[in-house]
Nanobody, 124 residues
Framework: QVQLVESGGGLVQAGGSLRLSCAASGRTFGLYTAAWFRQAPGKERELVAAIIRFVGTTYYSDSVKGRFTISRDNAKNTVYLQMNNLEPEDTAVYYC?????????????????WGQGTQVTVSS
């Protein structure tokens, strides 16, 4: 079992930055592919970024490419999402997820563990 806890969300003006953290407990987080999803009101949960276990290959959705960076610190059992140049369209609840797959899974299916989510609100 892996428990994931997100933190770092908040209210920021457009153009600002936030760094989300996802701390894992229960097992070594580095054994898992980690991902950040987001869900805005009335919309489906969508993949934002992912980092594949062991190799560290990263994936970004087109909407955040060049603005967001996913990284992990295995010593701290934590994955981060650095979000720069935030836009109002980035407003959503952001979820951390973990999968034992050695590839990026674009849909929520296949991610065995989820955090509770952290709210990110970007004002214009």
């Amino acid at each position: 079992q892996v428990q994931l806890v997100e933190s770092g969300g908040g209210l920021v003006q457009a153009g600002g930055s936030l760094r989300l953290s996802c701390a894992a407990s229960g097992r070594t987080f580095g054994l898992y592919t980690a991902a950040w999803f987001r869900q805005a009101p009335g919309k489906e949960r969508e993949l934002v970024a992912a980092i594949i276990r062991f190799v560290g290959t990263t994936y970004y959705s087109d909407s955040v490419k060049g603005r967001f960076t996913i990284s992990r610190d295995n010593a701290k059992n934590t994955v981060y999402l650095q979000m720069n140049n935030l836009e109002p369209e980035d407003t959503a609840v952001y979820y951390c997820a973990a999968s034992q797959a050695s590839q990026v899974l674009l849909r929520t299916t296949g991610y065995e563990y989820w955090g509770q989510g952290t709210q990110v609100t970007v004002s214009s």
